[in-house]
């Protein structure tokens, strides 16, 4: 179609590339400010510095999301806009007779969804995808998403309906925090990348009450618990654990203050994610009660000391192998309180190939990993 309107290949060449700044020339000077253009079928030529150009003046314009026909377009703003997230937005798009005049928002995709699911005879599934490269607000996005359905999907008449309500959003949207501590991590890209992809199904009921969550991970990012690319760091849960352990929890968990482990690199790097309080409430008000939370942070710091271990060049692979330095198996076992040292004393720990000198280099550190993560409940009110 566009061929025909202007009458020009869209392949390369100096006539197409000319007659292409033409367009753009004439684009740029049309008589609507760039910033006003809300959908990007709008965009006449659509090229790609056509559409870069309108989300440039949109962002420009702290107009943060286009709609894209039925996609909508998210521009990080990475600075708070607190405005455009409040209590009272929500409540104007899901009060809006067609919330799709509003401005283009994410709370007009949730509304348009709770709709569809609402309005059929017979309820529909509904899926939203968030997709994006890393640091591009997918993680952010979702958790707007969830706060949106929260505050829409609780509009109980009875008094118990209504606490048994506000008990499920609170527990979905504590869920947040604890997946986030211990699948996100901070990278080159972005201080808190979900080193994981999840699936976050949240169930109604026949009168459009939530009435649960379940969350499903995937493809997490196991072997960061071994080895991390210079300048990013494990994953939040190890440096909130060292930061945040009180004296009683440190002598418990073998964790001295300002102890160096080599599996927590750029430990000096302060990040608001290393709030380890956050954590703890969050997994309190998710049913894990605190026996079970010490259980799960005490393995965490006997991850940090077997990090630590370090195994001298064995010829003999049908040999133990042999402790480098002073360490002790026994040291390093005191923080998870188990036979740990008695039993690699024994029988050895396997055999690391030459030139690796840890349990990383025998491809072991990523068991206890997925272990611990496994051994997380459910995030299922
Ligand atoms: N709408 C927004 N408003 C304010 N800040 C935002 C917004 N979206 C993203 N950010 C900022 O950008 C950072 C990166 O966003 P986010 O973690 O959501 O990216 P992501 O796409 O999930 O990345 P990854 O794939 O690495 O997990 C956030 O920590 C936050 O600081």
């Not at 994410?106 to 709709?115: A, H, K, L, M, S």
């Not at 071994?226 to 009180?246: D, L, M, T, V």
């Not at 040291?331 to 690796?356: T, V």
Request: aromatic letters at 8%.
């Amino acid at each position: 179609m566009l061929q025909q309107v202007y009458g020009h290949s869209s392949g390369s060449g100096a006539q197409g590339g000319e007659s292409l700044r033409e367009d753009l020339r004439e684009f740029l000077s049309g008589e609507a400010p760039l910033h006003q253009l809300d959908d990007l079928t709008k965009v006449n030529p659509v090229t790609l510095e056509t559409v870069l150009r309108c989300l440039q003046a949109r962002y420009a314009a702290d107009t943060f999301y286009t709609n894209a026909g039925c996609t909508l377009v998210a521009l990080n703003p990475f600075k708070p806009v607190p405005q455009l997230y409040s209590p009272a937005l929500m409540r104007e798009y899901h009060a809006a007779p067609q919330p799709q005049k509003l401005k283009p928002h994410i709370f007009t995709v949730g509304e348009q969804t709770y709709r569809n699911v609402k309005s059929l005879t017979e309820p529909v599934n509904q899926s939203v995808i968030v997709s994006g490269e890393s640091g591009a607000g997918k993680t952010w996005t979702s958790r707007c998403l969830m706060k949106f359905f929260a505050v829409v999907a609780a509009s109980p008449t009875s008094w118990e309906s209504h606490r048994i309500t506000e008990r499920i959003e609170q527990r979905i949207l504590n869920s947040n925090p604890v997946m986030e501590a211990f699948g996100n991590a901070c990278t080159l890209r972005n201080n808190n990348s979900s080193r994981f992809g999840k699936f976050i199904q949240l169930q109604l009921n026949r009168a459009q009450q939530m009435t649960g969550a379940a969350v499903q991970t995937y493809l997490l990012e196991k072997t960061r618990v071994a080895c991390q690319a210079s300048s990013e760091r494990n994953f939040h849960i190890f440096y909130q654990i060292c930061k945040g352990a009180s004296t009683d929890e440190r002598l418990q968990w073998h964790l001295p203050e300002g102890a160096a482990f080599s599996w927590l690199p750029n430990p000096e790097r302060t990040l608001e994610e290393d709030c380890f309080e956050v954590t703890r409430e969050a997994m309190l008000h998710l049913g894990i009660d605190t026996p079970t939370q010490n259980n799960i942070f005490q393995v965490l710091a006997g991850l940090l000391h077997l990090g630590n271990i370090r195994f001298a060049d064995s010829e003999d692979e049908a040999q133990p192998c042999q402790l480098m330095g002073d360490a002790k198996c026994e040291d390093r076992a005191g923080a998870w309180g188990s036979g740990f040292g008695h039993s690699a004393r024994e029988q050895g720990p396997p055999c690391p190939q030459k030139g690796q000198h840890g349990w990383d280099g025998g491809g072991e550190a990523g068991r206890p990993g997925v272990g611990m993560w496994k051994a997380m409940p459910s995030v299922k009110p």
